[in-house]
């Protein structure tokens, strides 16, 4: 009598095994990054939002008062928080311009920082 070749069932079952282990990594790696992906697509948006914010404030004729400023603006079908904050540097000839924009549930993605030469003061 020959021997018959091929593989046992507990053999059959150890590859399957090993299969799925192998095919729940990929599946947890493609979810990590799909919400990596996520973060990165707000992320840019909100800089883009901070980086228009500061811009606006750097260019504008007049230049910002010192002080905090807020205000929201609409983006990539998103509400974006946005606070501006400008302050004098430099014995008051350079405003600090910090912009720091938020998500709508208030968690800080876009930050960006400029400087701008501050108004001369009449004497």
Known sequence: MQAERGFTLIEIMVALAVF?????????????????ASILDETLVAQMVARNVAIEAVTDAQPPTAGRVTGVETN????????????????SRV?????????????????????????????
């Open 20 to 36: 799925s282990l192998a095919a729940m990594a990929l599946v947890r790696l493609e979810s990590a990054t799909i919400r990596g």
């Open 76 to 91: 990539g079908g998103q509400a974006w928080t946005w606070t501006r904050q400008v302050s004098a540097l430099g014995g």
């Open 95 to 123: 405003l600090r311009i910090d912009v720091v924009v938020a998500d709508r549930t208030g968690t800080q993605l876009g930050r960006l920082t400029m400087v701008r030469p501050a108004p001369r003061s009449a004497t």
